[in-house]
Protein backbone atom coordinates (compact mmCIF):
# COMPACT_ATOMS: atom_id res chain seq x y z
CA UNK A 1 0.00 0.00 0.00
CA UNK A 2 2.99 1.89 0.97
CA UNK A 3 4.67 1.45 -2.22
CA UNK A 4 1.46 2.20 -4.54
CA UNK A 5 1.06 5.13 -3.08
CA UNK A 6 4.37 6.26 -3.17
CA UNK A 7 4.63 5.26 -7.26
CA UNK A 8 1.68 6.89 -7.80
CA UNK A 9 3.23 10.33 -6.07
CA UNK A 10 6.26 10.13 -8.17
CA UNK A 11 3.85 8.94 -11.74
CA UNK A 12 1.60 11.94 -10.94
CA UNK A 13 4.91 14.23 -10.19
CA UNK A 14 3.34 15.42 -7.13
CA UNK A 15 5.13 16.56 -4.07
CA UNK A 16 4.93 14.52 -0.75
CA UNK A 17 6.76 12.42 1.46
CA UNK A 18 7.19 8.86 2.95
CA UNK A 19 7.20 9.12 6.85
CA UNK A 20 8.77 5.86 9.00
CA UNK A 21 9.28 5.77 12.34
CA UNK A 22 12.87 4.75 13.00
CA UNK A 23 13.56 4.51 17.13
CA UNK A 24 11.41 4.63 19.87
CA UNK A 25 7.50 2.89 20.12
CA UNK A 26 6.45 2.12 16.82
CA UNK A 27 9.80 1.17 14.97
CA UNK A 28 8.80 0.65 11.12
CA UNK A 29 5.48 2.12 10.86
CA UNK A 30 5.34 4.04 7.83
CA UNK A 31 2.91 6.55 5.83
CA UNK A 32 2.85 8.25 2.77
CA UNK A 33 2.20 11.70 2.48
CA UNK A 34 1.16 14.17 -0.53
CA UNK A 35 1.63 17.68 0.42
CA UNK A 36 -1.65 19.04 -0.38
CA UNK A 37 -3.75 15.88 0.36
CA UNK A 38 -2.70 14.95 3.75
CA UNK A 39 -1.91 10.96 4.39
CA UNK A 40 -2.89 8.75 1.27
CA UNK A 41 -1.25 5.58 2.39
CA UNK A 42 -0.54 4.28 5.88
CA UNK A 43 -0.78 6.36 9.09
CA UNK A 44 1.31 7.71 11.92
CA UNK A 45 0.65 7.21 15.66
CA UNK A 46 -1.93 9.90 16.26
CA UNK A 47 -0.13 11.83 18.97
CA UNK A 48 2.23 12.93 16.49
CA UNK A 49 0.38 12.49 13.11
CA UNK A 50 -0.53 16.23 12.70
CA UNK A 51 3.55 17.41 13.72
CA UNK A 52 4.76 15.21 11.51
CA UNK A 53 2.33 16.37 8.97
CA UNK A 54 3.23 19.78 9.22
CA UNK A 55 7.19 19.05 9.12
CA UNK A 56 6.87 16.74 5.80
CA UNK A 57 4.73 19.78 4.18
CA UNK A 58 7.91 22.44 5.40
CA UNK A 59 10.59 19.75 4.41
CA UNK A 60 9.10 19.01 0.93
CA UNK A 61 8.65 23.10 0.27
CA UNK A 62 12.27 22.77 0.70
CA UNK A 63 13.35 19.43 -0.66
CA UNK A 64 15.06 18.55 2.33
CA UNK A 65 14.62 15.08 4.19
CA UNK A 66 15.37 14.47 7.84
CA UNK A 67 14.97 12.59 10.79
CA UNK A 68 13.44 14.84 13.48
CA UNK A 69 12.54 13.72 17.18
CA UNK A 70 9.00 13.59 18.77
CA UNK A 71 9.29 12.88 22.31
CA UNK A 72 10.77 9.25 22.56
CA UNK A 73 9.97 8.80 18.88
CA UNK A 74 12.90 9.10 15.93
CA UNK A 75 10.90 9.47 12.58
CA UNK A 76 12.54 9.68 9.08
CA UNK A 77 10.80 12.10 6.71
CA UNK A 78 11.86 11.77 2.91
CA UNK A 79 11.02 14.11 0.09
CA UNK A 80 9.40 12.90 -2.75
CA UNK A 81 9.04 15.75 -5.03
CA UNK A 82 8.97 15.75 -9.18
CA UNK A 83 11.91 16.92 -11.53
CA UNK A 84 12.23 20.53 -11.05
CA UNK A 85 12.17 22.62 -14.66
CA UNK A 86 14.69 25.44 -15.76
CA UNK A 87 13.49 27.74 -18.73
CA UNK A 88 16.09 29.61 -20.09
CA UNK A 89 15.40 32.56 -22.45
CA UNK A 90 17.96 33.20 -24.94
CA UNK A 91 20.57 30.98 -26.51
CA UNK A 92 24.01 32.63 -25.97
CA UNK A 93 27.27 31.82 -24.56
CA UNK A 94 26.25 31.45 -21.49
CA UNK A 95 23.15 28.75 -21.94
CA UNK A 96 25.47 26.48 -23.74
CA UNK A 97 27.24 25.59 -20.22
CA UNK A 98 24.33 26.49 -18.23
CA UNK A 99 21.96 23.83 -19.30
CA UNK A 100 24.46 20.87 -19.61
CA UNK A 101 24.95 22.17 -15.71
CA UNK A 102 21.63 22.23 -14.75
CA UNK A 103 21.22 18.96 -16.36
CA UNK A 104 23.36 17.60 -15.02
CA UNK A 105 22.04 18.63 -11.30
CA UNK A 106 18.25 17.03 -12.33
CA UNK A 107 16.79 19.97 -14.13
CA UNK A 108 14.78 19.35 -17.37
CA UNK A 109 15.49 22.47 -19.12
CA UNK A 110 13.67 23.96 -21.79
CA UNK A 111 16.19 26.33 -23.83
CA UNK A 112 14.17 29.43 -26.14
CA UNK A 113 15.03 31.85 -28.49
CA UNK A 114 13.88 33.85 -31.44
CA UNK A 115 16.73 33.04 -34.03
CA UNK A 116 17.05 29.23 -35.30
CA UNK A 117 20.79 29.36 -36.28
CA UNK A 118 21.53 29.68 -32.29
CA UNK A 119 18.33 27.40 -30.98
CA UNK A 120 19.13 23.40 -32.00
CA UNK A 121 18.77 20.64 -30.52
CA UNK A 122 21.89 19.98 -31.59
CA UNK A 123 23.87 22.74 -29.80
CA UNK A 124 21.65 22.08 -27.13
CA UNK A 125 22.30 18.30 -26.59
CA UNK A 126 21.06 18.41 -22.71
CA UNK A 127 17.71 19.89 -23.47
CA UNK A 128 14.33 18.61 -23.17
CA UNK A 129 13.38 21.15 -25.14
CA UNK A 130 14.29 23.47 -27.58
CA UNK A 131 11.87 26.30 -29.11
CA UNK A 132 12.36 28.54 -31.47
CA UNK A 133 10.19 32.27 -31.45
CA UNK A 134 9.77 35.17 -30.07
CA UNK A 135 8.52 34.75 -26.49
CA UNK A 136 4.95 35.87 -27.25
CA UNK A 137 5.19 32.81 -30.12
CA UNK A 138 6.20 30.00 -27.73
CA UNK A 139 4.37 30.80 -24.64
CA UNK A 140 1.40 28.23 -25.04
CA UNK A 141 4.34 25.60 -25.10
CA UNK A 142 5.53 26.75 -22.16
CA UNK A 143 4.48 25.53 -18.38
CA UNK A 144 5.42 27.71 -15.53
CA UNK A 145 4.75 26.52 -12.13
CA UNK A 146 6.09 26.06 -8.68
CA UNK A 147 8.88 23.76 -9.63
CA UNK A 148 10.06 26.69 -12.45
CA UNK A 149 13.05 28.01 -12.46
CA UNK A 150 13.60 30.80 -14.91
CA UNK A 151 16.84 32.53 -16.26
CA UNK A 152 16.35 35.33 -19.16
CA UNK A 153 19.26 35.51 -20.81
CA UNK A 154 19.13 38.79 -22.72
CA UNK A 155 17.73 41.70 -21.56
CA UNK A 156 16.41 43.46 -25.34
CA UNK A 157 13.40 45.05 -24.22
CA UNK A 158 11.73 43.15 -27.47
CA UNK A 159 12.92 39.95 -25.99
CA UNK A 160 12.56 40.76 -21.79
CA UNK A 161 9.29 43.05 -21.94
CA UNK A 162 7.10 39.91 -23.35
CA UNK A 163 9.06 37.27 -20.85
CA UNK A 164 8.53 39.50 -17.94
CA UNK A 165 5.08 40.13 -18.67
CA UNK A 166 4.25 36.07 -19.14
CA UNK A 167 6.31 35.74 -15.28
CA UNK A 168 4.30 38.09 -13.68
CA UNK A 169 2.10 36.72 -10.80
CA UNK A 170 3.19 33.35 -12.38
CA UNK A 171 4.55 30.85 -9.30
CA UNK A 172 7.79 30.78 -10.73
CA UNK A 173 10.41 29.62 -8.04
CA UNK A 174 12.81 31.81 -9.15
CA UNK A 175 13.47 34.37 -11.94
CA UNK A 176 16.69 35.20 -12.44
CA UNK A 177 17.98 38.31 -15.28
CA UNK A 178 20.88 39.08 -17.03
CA UNK A 179 22.54 42.93 -16.95
CA UNK A 180 24.06 45.17 -15.20
CA UNK A 181 23.29 46.78 -11.80
CA UNK A 182 22.57 49.89 -13.49
CA UNK A 183 20.36 47.94 -16.13
CA UNK A 184 18.92 46.26 -13.42
CA UNK A 185 17.37 49.52 -11.90
CA UNK A 186 16.08 50.57 -15.33
CA UNK A 187 14.53 47.12 -15.15
CA UNK A 188 12.54 47.96 -11.72
CA UNK A 189 11.73 51.19 -12.49
CA UNK A 190 9.63 50.24 -16.15
CA UNK A 191 8.25 47.00 -14.35
CA UNK A 192 7.05 49.85 -11.14
CA UNK A 193 5.49 52.45 -13.78
CA UNK A 194 4.11 48.94 -15.62
CA UNK A 195 2.61 48.38 -12.68
CA UNK A 196 4.50 46.00 -10.94
CA UNK A 197 4.85 45.84 -6.70
CA UNK A 198 7.88 46.52 -4.67
CA UNK A 199 7.37 42.51 -3.82
CA UNK A 200 6.91 41.68 -7.61
CA UNK A 201 9.62 43.13 -8.65
CA UNK A 202 11.56 41.92 -5.53
CA UNK A 203 11.04 38.08 -6.87
CA UNK A 204 13.48 39.26 -9.60
CA UNK A 205 17.39 38.13 -9.05
CA UNK A 206 19.45 40.62 -11.20
CA UNK A 207 21.54 41.21 -11.53
CA UNK A 208 21.55 37.08 -11.79
CA UNK A 209 23.73 34.89 -10.24
CA UNK A 210 26.06 35.32 -6.57
CA UNK A 211 28.78 37.09 -6.76
CA UNK A 212 31.98 34.79 -7.21
CA UNK A 213 33.88 37.52 -9.84
CA UNK A 214 32.54 35.08 -12.63
CA UNK A 215 34.62 35.86 -15.79
CA UNK A 216 33.86 33.06 -18.36
CA UNK A 217 30.36 32.23 -20.07
CA UNK A 218 30.95 28.76 -17.90
CA UNK A 219 32.17 30.87 -14.88
CA UNK A 220 28.76 33.32 -14.94
CA UNK A 221 27.08 29.64 -15.22
CA UNK A 222 28.50 28.33 -12.42
CA UNK A 223 27.24 31.87 -10.72
CA UNK A 224 23.91 31.35 -12.02
CA UNK A 225 23.34 28.13 -10.37
CA UNK A 226 24.42 28.42 -7.01
CA UNK A 227 21.79 31.29 -6.70
CA UNK A 228 19.42 28.51 -8.00
CA UNK A 229 20.31 25.82 -5.69
CA UNK A 230 19.88 28.72 -2.69
CA UNK A 231 16.55 29.64 -3.64
CA UNK A 232 15.48 25.71 -4.31
CA UNK A 233 16.73 24.65 -0.62
CA UNK A 234 15.25 28.30 0.52
CA UNK A 235 18.74 28.84 3.09
CA UNK A 236 22.87 29.36 2.91
CA UNK A 237 24.48 32.63 3.09
CA UNK A 238 26.51 32.33 -0.18
CA UNK A 239 29.53 33.29 1.33
CA UNK A 240 32.69 31.34 1.96
CA UNK A 241 32.58 28.58 4.58
CA UNK A 242 35.82 29.39 5.77
CA UNK A 243 36.16 30.98 8.99
CA UNK A 244 32.45 31.01 9.15
CA UNK A 245 31.09 30.50 13.17
CA UNK A 246 29.01 27.35 13.73
CA UNK A 247 28.06 24.03 12.24
CA UNK A 248 28.53 23.52 8.50
CA UNK A 249 25.40 21.61 7.75
CA UNK A 250 21.84 22.63 9.60
CA UNK A 251 18.88 21.07 8.91
CA UNK A 252 15.74 23.34 9.25
CA UNK A 253 15.29 21.88 12.95
CA UNK A 254 18.45 23.66 14.06
CA UNK A 255 20.45 20.76 14.42
CA UNK A 256 23.78 20.16 13.01
CA UNK A 257 23.81 17.06 9.91
CA UNK A 258 26.71 14.73 10.26
CA UNK A 259 29.44 15.27 7.85
Known amino acids: MVTEATRRLVEAERLGSVVTVVAGADIGTKA?????????????PSDIADAVLDD????AEHEQSRTLAYGER???????APQP?????GSDEVALPLTKMAHELGFRVV???PRPAFTTAERFPDASGVLVGWPDAVKDQITIDRRTYVVLLSHSPRFEDPV????AGSPARYIGAMGSRRTHAKRIEKLKAGGWSQEEVERIHGPVGLDIGAESPAEV?????????????GFGTGESLQGQEGPIHVGRDGVEEPD
Do not use: H, K, N
Request: proline share 0%.
Open 74 to 80: QVFIETV
Open 32 to 44: VIDSVDGYVAGEM
Open 164 to 167: LELL
Open 221 to 233: AVSILAEVIQARY
Open 56 to 59: SRQL
Open 85 to 89: QMLIF
Open 111 to 113: VTD
